[in-house]
């Protein structure tokens, strides 16, 4: 079954600053809706009170990562977008994947050394013949 | 006195600086030399490392031929077939895996590899035989070809 790695969404702005009008309007209108659409992920509103630092959208998924967003002078509509998307992303980084396979156990058969295609009289060693 | 517009003389200055002269640098940390650290010479550096690097993506592809070519050679001459007959008698013999595939079973499975060189070598007496034996002898058996429709 699928279980949504976002585990919660945290809306950090200043109820006074002008740029986090966005931020005000999608809590008053769309944060609703879209808790009530995404009920596994826990939404906090957390307005903290006089000038403080930029408004954000801060993500947090279940194998630990935090992802910050700006929401500074966005309309509650790129908001709700930025929440869904962000929802439908796993933890993991965003970087290049060198490798769209990986595998635990590349080799079943043993992998290749220098002594596996030779005679195996340079290997074994027999039973040590004692001196009498 | 009521302003109700800002005054024309005054010009906001570029307050982000720094951060636009870190975007070019991040690319540039693991550089020798200055290019690493003066922002001049970074942004000529960058700027040619990232075209080197579009254009490398074709010759990655060339490159990585030649090194699963070079791998697949060495593992046949273990079992005593040279790379061309290898793989000319693999073709023959209907067995279509690409040279990638071939060298990482070369290195991972060796003992898959020492059965498909057999089976190359045993295609390519097959051919001899019918190149040279002409005509009384029946048909090898790996020389058959099975049609899939």
């Known amino acids: 079954r699928y279980v949504r790695q976002l585990q919660r969404l945290q809306l950090l702005f200043s109820p006074t600053a002008a740029d986090a009008r966005g ?22 509103v957390s307005p903290h009170s006089g000038p403080g630092p930029a408004p954000v959208l801060r993500a947090e998924y279940l194998n630990g990562t935090v992802r910050d967003e700006l929401i500074a002078s966005k309309t509650s509509e790129e908001i709700a977008q930025l929440a869904i998307k962000l929802a439908n992303q796993s933890g993991l980084d965003i970087i290049r994947i060198r490798k769209p ?18 005679p195996s009289i340079l290997t074994v060693q027999g039973p040590r013949l004692q001196p009498q | 006195m009521v302003v109700l517009s800002a005054a024309r003389w005054v010009r906001s200055r570029l307050s982000d600086r720094f951060w636009r002269v870190q975007e070019v640098l991040k690319y ?21 490392a990232f075209v080197r690097s579009t254009k490398a993506r074709r010759e990655k592809k060339r490159f990585l031929r030649a090194l699963w070519i070079t791998r697949i050679e060495a593992a046949s001459l273990e079992h ?8 000319s008698n693999l073709l023959k013999s209907q067995v279509e895996l690409n ?5 990482d079973l070369a290195i991972y499975e060796p ?3 020492k059965s498909l060189a057999a089976l190359a070598q045993r295609r390519r007496q097959e051919g001899f035989l019918a190149a040279l034996g002409d005509g009384k002898e029946p048909e090898g058996i790996f020389s058959r070809i ?4």
Request: glycine share 4%.
């Open chain 2, 80 to 87: 005593g077939l040279k790379y061309p007959a290898f793989i």
């Open chain 1, 101 to 118: 396979f990986h595998t635990d156990n590349p080799s079943v058969q043993g992998q290749w050394h220098p002594l596996t295609n030779k």
């Open chain 2, 99 to 103: 040279r990638k595939v071939l060298a």
């Open chain 2, 111 to 113: 003992k898959t590899f």
């Open chain 2, 146 to 149: 099975v049609h899939h429709h």
């Open chain 2, 28 to 48: 540039a940390r693991h550089f020798r030399g200055r290019k690493n650290r003066c922002y001049r010479l970074a942004v000529r550096s960058v700027r040619r």
């Open chain 1, 23 to 44: 931020a005000r309007e999608f809590v008053e209108e769309a944060a609703q809706d879209f808790a009530r659409q995404h009920p596994d992920v826990v939404l906090y």
